[in-house]
């Protein structure tokens, strides 16, 4: 497994996500109310859009698209009798860095 930084641990909260970037690839944190910090690709898994200006109530990732909701602890769809999920990364914390198993990272796209 190759981890990669994401961010410190002080950049999520319980009760809140964050939508980051390592390299092309965009990583959603969601730390559920009760529950364990989690990583899953920063896509909605119905239509491939960046959830980027999705929101999380604590308990529920929404896509801000089609208004799809995804629970935070295992990222199943809990709004639409689907088996779409988001696509969980493995995650591990070391000092104050969280980092995360995305695969093999490519430089960000130079910007014109």
């Not at 559920?32 to 109530?57: I, S, V």
Request: hydrophobic letters at 40%; aromatic letters at 8%.
């Amino acid at each position: 497994m190759a981890f990669t930084f994401i961010c410190h641990t002080n950049a999520v909260s319980e009760g809140a996500m964050g939508l980051f970037q390592a390299g092309r690839k965009s990583v959603l944190l969601v730390w559920p109310q009760g529950g364990e910090l989690k990583a899953y690709r920063g896509r909605c898994p119905h239509a491939d859009m960046p959830l980027t200006d999705a929101t999380f109530n604590g308990k529920t990732v929404t896509c801000p698209i089609h208004q799809w909701g995804f629970d935070g602890m295992d990222g199943k769809c809990v709004t639409h009798l689907v088996r779409n999920a988001l696509h969980p990364y493995e995650l591990r914390v070391e000092g104050d860095e969280i980092q995360v198993d995305v695969g093999p990272v490519k430089a960000p796209r130079a910007t014109a």
